[in-house]
């Protein structure tokens, strides 16, 4: 599957602007705050005209929540739709993720800088384990697939594989995610729903990919 790479510069400008904005807003955020403290702390305010009236107990936690979150590109559709070969695109060309013929990925991917090539496995709602060096820099293809055998304990679909990678594109916090293709079985289903719903809406792009292949044959 072939993708149009033309607008790569644009994704790119648009993101850059999307970070030096993120950062300025970030900045900004705590510069409010300290001075909130100021005002607290010189007795100029009551703390419930602080709360009630420059932010209140709701609205902090959804700020906070906001501005931890890094922004992510997430990509997700059908099986062998050609997700992987997209974020190949996306991250400039290249084979940073395996593709095949065949359905390869049948983990979550989650891809992020780093000048020191790593992987590590995240149990769903769990603790990172430890970070291992990812020789020859990129992902293997044994280590996003599950054997059939594997692909038996429903428990092995909840576990997600972080990449720390050598590409440029990715900083400084960017990360790109490849989800496995959905209506491959029904405990990676149920898995990846429960994934989605832990993902931070504030800084996530959802790319759903579609194979127009498969859409065309479908119609003759």
């Given amino acids: 599957m072939a993708y149009a790479t033309g607008n790569a ?20 955020y705590e ?22 009236h420059l932010i209140s107990d709701d609205e ?17 559709g059908q099986v062998n739709s050609g997700k992987s070969s997209l974020a190949n695109e996306i991250l400039g060309g290249g084979t940073w993720l395996p593709v095949a013929t065949e359905p390869c990925t049948s983990r979550l991917v989650q891809l992020k800088y780093s000048q020191r ?9 769990g603790k990172p384990s430890k970070a291992y060096a990812l020789q020859g820099g990129i992902p293997k293809p044994e280590q996003i697939s599950l054997t059939d055998d594997e692909k038996k304990e429903p428990e092995n679909f909840r576990i997600q594989m972080e990449f720390g990678i050598a590409n440029d594109w990715l900083r400084p916090n960017l990360q790109v995610i490849d989800f496995p293709g959905w209506n491959e079985n029904m405990e990676l289903d149920d898995a990846l729903k429960d994934i989605i719903r832990g993902m931070s809406v504030e800084t996530l792009v959802l790319v759903y990919v579609l194979d127009g292949n498969r859409m065309l044959r479908g119609l003759v």
């Fill in 60 to 76: 902090k936690p959804s700020l906070d929540r906001a501005f931890q979150h890094e922004p992510s590109i997430v990509l997700m």
């Fill in 117 to 125: 090539p790593y992987y590590r496995t995240i149990p769903f709602g």
């Fill in 9 to 28: 510069p644009a994704w790119q400008s648009g993101l850059n602007q999307f970070r030096s904005r993120k950062v300025y807003s970030r900045k900004l």
């Fill in 31 to 52: 510069e409010c705050l300290r001075t909130f403290k100021d005002i607290i702390h010189s007795k100029a305010l009551g703390e419930t005209i602080f709360m009630s």
